[in-house]
């Protein structure tokens, strides 16, 4: 027995556990191991197996014999199978794609071992071995598949290897080998049971009970099947549920109702892939199809069957073929009519869905008409409509009719003599004149050859004949007499040569006879039956007593009726026949002829016509009845007389006996036609279910369709409804096809309005441009938009137009919808009022959202930041961080603690350009209406101007107070001095006063020019004033002259030189010039450079006054004017005492050495 | 450092001409010697060779600062006294210690600080 093991991903695990839990002794298992290999690998699977058993793990080689207890791996890059017990390794693999090793070896294990293979699917991913499993269950093996903890089978392999219903234990690893050794402890022990066929003894005598259980049970009658198949199939299921003896499976079918259902199915297994034989499929496709489709129009039904379909792959096969033959173009509809009694099996096929891989089908076909779904292939729609799928026993009901092709392949084979036979029958009354009929390769028609035209000898291939007549009496459900006229020629072929001649030879001294049935139809005649036949008028018939002699008719019925009801021979002697007018005794001999089984079919009856009678002279020799013979004539004429009245009653008897039979006939006739009609009528019932059932799948989809369609309708009603956007739906004639309610706002919509033109609906809006408006879009299918503008406080909208497509993609209309913009367009113009206060403000604005990025900076702000947009918007805040701050701004900006209202801080800020700027900010938190916080507002304002007014204010504060201490202490100068130099406080108070004015004189000068300085000029006017004559102080005096340039002397210059000024002008009005009227007085002036600096030289000259004395003591005014103002001007001054007057020449230099 | 003269000699920087004049006239009235200067140059040539005991140091020499003087006086370990009409602003780190007289002030003013130089 060889097991073949199959692993993939996970394998090796398995592998050790599988043969750490087998004994050395394994009695004559081998174990194959095939494992998805790396084709470029070498493989260490030997020696790592190897490590966990004993037995020799070898590699496989090709030619190898497998040996018992030894354990074969499968080398890398490489095909194995198996061939009458012998490794053959083909290499190299495969391409990828059609790389199915464990699928490969399971099937040439099923096919060498038969009953013996062993297949075993471990761990692994994909589907590999689920196929090859199938093939080894059809020949009836073993199947187990791993599963994991939870004993259900691990997903991958084994799952998909489970998903085939055909696994019979799905076991952990480590329980596998002691059920292999149990299954094979049972094997040896049904082998030793077994006859030379391989089937063992007892179960032929309990097949009936079997089948009998299972007619019960699941409703289908096998005991027609083939013998020898049944019981290896019962046979295997003995061996899965380890039952010792046949009454033990038995008694085990009675326990566990469910095993009625898996020996079904085990008797169903069928092997089917698609394109299974193609040389069959390629004599279909050039023999039948051509001429299925010739003559064909186009509204034609091409009817096809195919019984036993199994899971489908021949019905879509076939479906294939014929949509390829008949290409897309062909208007021919193809009814498919798939049936199989397995309706789990018809159930898949239903689905059209096959894990991959599929096996027969070409790339391209595979292309065309499947569409891959994940692992799976599924059946496209245009095949799959071509099916029709039904569950359906091509034994039990009645078949179908008018097919054009029959295809029932490998089911035959199943089936014992008489099934096939009523089959074939079944299939020539289902088939229309002409149409095909195709079984498998090992199927025949054997004694139907004579309903068929073979077309394709080697592949079966058939047409049916026309002359040959089916009757439905013959069909499977009238099965009391299921083959009864088949004996006839059966008989016939039995008959050899010598038998013929020996009755020949006899047949002058045998007794005429004739062999009849049941029905009393004559099967033989032999001998002179002549002599007592004589046919009656009318149809011409083989019934006996149709043909047989009036007189002799009802002894023979009676006899005949006898010998059949009782079986038993039936001997009359002495009929009296009248032959040619002369008197005959006859022996009447009914012998029955008994079946096997006792019943009675035939009968033979002889006729054994004894020698004729010596002619009695009775009345003669008898002397007494001399007195008698009047009265014996008398008898015999009236027993004549009776007979003869007799005769008549039984012709009349049989005359009636005819009518009643052919009346009999026409209601058999009758009968079998509605029987015919019935049977086509459940044939018809039988595709009205089909097609009830894919009406009722349609109407299920619809029906969804239905109501998601409803849902979607109301919630397009509710949105319509609730939106407050004014929504039309017009159709090309301006025809309103729908409104929301708020359209009612702007067109005097109402109810009815609804497939009336909006033309007719007076608007509320001002929009006459509509019509043109929808024509436009019409043309150029885009959206058009437009701004309806109300006149005064009516509202704005915003119009969008764009055409209405339906599902199609078609355009029908357009839509349009109206959108109050009215406070949008409020809060644009707002926001742009906003925007331009912030452009246009000199202050930087800047904002930031909640994330602390910078999201607005006004054109003010790149000025003053030196930072454009681009550069800060996005950026986090912290960037305008200064370097140097104080606590305050880096709270600010770093650690975002912010305060809750408005606040204001300063800081300094520095350019990228280096340049630093004093900024203040204030800061206003940005919050929604419910106060909620989401934005930050920042103005910073360049202070640089006020700070620097602040300290120019603050260095004129200093300025002044110096100033004004500076003046005091002059002040106190004065005062001391004059106080030193006045002879009494009268005249002390007159110079000082004096003093005091000149020096207030020239501080009114220097404050028009905000102590910048005072003009030369001015200062001159202001000290000689008192002195002129006139009041024009603009004009020259008659006694002063005044000349010099515009000379502005700066603060300093001015109060020196006018004090000194002052001196001279006190002193010419007291002493000099200016005490007489006639004295004058020049005072000029001019500038010039000196040491590059520039000097102002002034010169005071006295004319005309009285003559002038040196002063006795130097007085104020003298020392002042000789020592303070170069003292103080750094400059040089000449004060002389003329007689003619005084002079004084003042040169100082006007700006000061920087040092 | 005292000369051989009976008198003690006195630097009066000052560039107010009538300031200048009432201080030399009450300085001479209190028996001190008096070298005059309005201009910083001229200021820092004195201290430099004149042979003085004690200066009065106005701040502001016609917009100069008289701080070189000062310097000069320290080096020579001549005594003095700034006299300002700025207030009592802060005087620079190296000055902070010495006397200021605030402008306007009087002859008792003068006299307590030269006498508190002359002592020290």
Redesign the interface.
């Known amino acids: 027995m060889i097991v073949g093991i199959g692993a993939s991903a996970g394998g090796l695990e398995a592998f050790k556990a599988f043969f750490a839990h087998m004994p050395v002794d394994s009695g004559q298992l081998a174990f194959v191991l095939v494992q998805h290999l790396a084709p470029d690998h070498t493989s260490l699977l030997a020696e790592l197996v190897g490590r966990n058993t004993s037995m020799p793990v070898i590699e496989a080689a090709h030619g190898m014999r497998v040996e018992p207890r030894h354990i074969y791996v499968i080398p890398p890059n490489a095909t194995l199978t198996v061939e009458n017990s012998v490794l053959q390794v083909s290499k190299p693999a495969p391409p990828r794609e059609h790389r199915w090793p464990i699928n490969t070896f399971f099937t040439s294990l099923a096919e060498d071992q038969g009953d013996c293979a062993v297949c075993v699917v471990l761990a692994g991913t994909g589907s590999d071995g689920a196929q090859g499993l199938r093939a080894v269950k059809d020949h009836g093996g073993l199947a187990l598949a791993q599963s994991g903890f939870d004993h259900e089978a691990m997903t991958g392999m084994p799952a998909n290897a489970v998903a085939t219903g055909l696994v019979d234990a799905v076991l952990p690893v480590s329980d596998m080998p002691a059920r292999l050794l149990a299954y094979q402890k049972q094997m040896h022990a049904a082998q030793r049971k077994q006859g030379s066929d391989g089937v063992r003894g007892d179960l032929a005598a309990h097949l009936k009970t079997i089948c009998g259980l299972l007619h019960a049970e699941v409703g289908h009658d096998f005991s027609q099947y083939k013998e020898k198949t049944l019981m290896r199939r019962i046979q295997r299921r003995m061996l899965v549920v380890q039952a010792e003896t046949v009454t033990d499976y038995i008694e085990y079918l009675d326990q566990h109702p469910n095993e009625h259902e898996l020996l079904f199915r085990e008797f169903l297994i069928g092997v089917t892939e698609f394109f299974r034989d193609p040389v069959a499929f390629e004599a279909l496709r050039t023999i039948a199809v051509p001429a299925l489709l010739a003559d064909r129009a186009g509204d034609d039904v091409l009817r096809v069957w195919v019984p036993g379909c199994a899971t489908g792959e021949e019905a879509y096969s076939i479906a294939i073929l014929l949509r390829e033959a008949m290409g897309s173009q062909h208007g021919l509809k193809v009814k498919i009519f798939a049936t199989d009694i397995d309706d789990q099996a018809i159930g898949r096929a239903r689905a059209g869905r096959y894990r991959a891989p599929l096996n027969g089908i070409s790339p391209e076909r595979l292309e065309r008409w499947f569409s891959k779904d994940r692992d799976d292939y599924c059946v496209v729609k245009q095949i799959r409509e071509m099916c029709i799928f039904s569950p359906h026993s091509v034994l039990k009901d009645p078949p179908f009719s008018r097919m054009d092709l029959v295809s029932c392949r490998n089911l035959l084979i199943y089936l014992g003599n008489d099934l096939q036979q009523r089959l074939v029958q079944s299939f020539h009354y289902a088939l229309r004149p002409g149409g095909f009929l195709l079984l498998g390769t090992s199927e025949r028609l054997a004694r139907n050859a004579r309903l068929f035209t073979e077309r394709d000898k080697k592949q079966r291939l058939y047409m049916r004949r026309d002359d040959a007549d089916t009757r439905p009496r013959d069909l499977p459900n009238m099965r009391r007499h299921p083959v009864e006229h088949a004996t006839q020629t059966a008989r016939q072929q039995g008959e050899n040569l010598i038998d013929r001649r020996a009755r020949q030879a006899l047949e002058p001294w045998s007794p005429a006879y004739v062999v009849i049935n049941a029905s009393h139809d004559v099967l033989r005649f032999s001998g002179d039956t002549g002599r007592y036949l004589a046919p009656s008028a009318g149809a011409a018939s083989l019934n006996l007593f149709h043909l047989l002699d009036k007189p002799l008719r009802g002894a023979v019925h009676a006899a005949t009726l006898q010998a059949f009801a009782d079986g038993t021979r039936v001997i009359r002697e002495e009929l009296a026949l009248l032959l040619n007018g002369h008197e005959r005794s006859l022996r009447l001999i009914v012998e029955p002829l008994a079946e096997g089984d006792g019943k009675i079919e035939m009968c033979v009856v002889a006729f054994d016509e004894l020698e004729p009678a010596p002619h009695s002279t009775g009345p003669a020799t008898d002397g007494e009845s001399g007195g008698e013979p009047g009265r014996v004539r008398t008898l015999e004429d009236e027993l004549r007389e009776t007979r003869a009245q007799l005769h008549t009653a039984v012709d009349l008897h049989e005359m009636a006996s005819e009518d009643l039979k052919s009346a009999n006939e026409e209601y058999q006739s009758v009968n079998e036609e509605l029987q015919s009609a019935n049977e086509e009528l459940e044939t018809s019932t039988e595709e009205m279910q089909s097609i009830n059932e894919e009406l009722q799948t349609v109407n299920v989809e619809l029906n969804s369709k239905n109501e998601a369609l409803n849902r979607l309708n109301s919630d397009i009603r509710n949105l319509l409804d609730s939106t407050h956007i004014a929504t039309l739906f017009l159709d090309k004639d301006l025809t309103i096809r729908s409104y929301t309610p708020a359209m009612t706002e702007l067109f005097h919509l109402r109810d009815g309005d609804k497939g009336r033109p909006i033309t007719e609906i007076s608007p509320r809006i001002n929009y006459p441009e509509l019509k043109s408006d929808v024509a436009r879009v019409l043309l150029d299918m885009a959206v058009t938009e437009r701004t309806l503008r109300g006149d005064g406080d009516a509202p704005t909208f915003l119009l969008r137009m764009r055409p209405y497509l339906t599902v199609d993609n078609l355009v029908d209309g357009v839509v349009l919808t109206f959108v109050d913009i009215t406070e949008s367009q409020r809060l644009n113009n707002e926001h742009a009022r906003l925007a331009a206060i912030v452009n246009s403000s000199r202050d930087a604005i800047f904002g930031f959202s909640m994330d602390e990025r910078i999201s607005s900076w006004n054109a003010s702000a790149e000025r003053i930041f030196g930072l454009s947009a681009d550069q800060v918007v996005g950026q986090p805040l912290s960037i305008l961080l200064p370097s140097e701050s104080s606590e305050e701004t880096r709270k600010f900006f770093a650690s975002h603690e912010r305060p809750k209202r408005l606040a204001e801080f300063e800081m300094t800020w520095t350019r990228p350009d280096g340049e630093s700027v004093p900024l203040a900010i204030s800061y206003s938190p940005v919050c929604s209406q419910d106060g909620t916080l989401f934005a930050g507002k920042l103005v910073a304002r360049d202070i640089t101007e006020r700070v620097r007014a602040a300290r120019y204010t603050e260095m004129m504060l200093a300025e002044l107070n110096h100033r004004v201490k500076n003046t005091l202490a002059t002040v106190q100068a004065i005062a001391q001095q004059t106080i030193a130099n006045a002879p009494n406080l009268p005249a002390f108070a007159e110079s000082f006063l004096s003093r005091l004015l000149a020096l207030s004189h020239t501080h009114n000068l220097l404050a028009q020019d905000a102590w910048i300085g005072a003009s030369l000029a001015g200062i001159v006017k202001n000290e000689l004033a008192p002195y002129r004559q006139d009041s024009d102080s603009r004009m020259n005096d008659a006694r002063m002259r005044l000349q010099g340039d515009e000379i502005t002397l700066p603060s300093k210059q001015a109060l020196a030189i006018s004090m000194a000024l002052h001196e001279l002008a006190t002193n010419a009005g007291k002493y000099g010039s200016l005490s007489v009227p006639e004295g004058r007085v020049a005072v000029t002036w001019t500038t010039h450079m000196k040491d590059q600096r520039l000097w102002l030289l002034l010169q005071w000259t006295e004319t005309g006054g009285p003559t002038v004395a040196p002063p006795t003591r130097r007085g104020f005014g003298s020392r002042l004017i000789g020592e303070g103002v170069p003292y103080e001007l750094d400059g040089e001054v000449t004060l002389a005492f003329s007689p003619d007057g005084v002079t004084c020449v003042i040169d100082v230099p006007l700006d000061e050495v920087v040092s | 450092m005292t000369t051989d003269c009976v008198q003690p000699c006195i630097l009066l920087a000052e560039?107010?001409?009538?300031?200048?004049?009432?201080l030399e006239?009450r300085l001479l009235a209190s028996g001190y010697n008096v070298i005059?200067a309005?201009?910083?140059?001229r200021c820092l040539e004195l201290a430099e060779s004149a042979s003085i005991d004690l200066a009065i140091l106005d701040i502001?020499l016609?917009?100069?600062q008289s701080f070189p003087v000062a310097m000069v006086l320290r080096r020579r370990g001549i005594p003095f006294v700034f006299s300002s009409?700025?207030?009592d602003?802060d005087l620079p780190e190296a000055w902070r210690n010495e006397k200021v007289l605030?402008?306007?002030y009087d002859s008792r003013q003068l006299t307590e600080a030269l006498a508190t130089l002359r002592i020290a």
């Not at chain 2, 309005?38 to 140059?41: D, P, Q, Y």
Request: net charge negative.
């Open positions: 560039d107010e001409m009538m300031l200048a004049m009432m006239d005059k309005a201009r910083l140059s502001n016609a917009g100069d009409g700025y207030g602003q605030q402008k306007p």
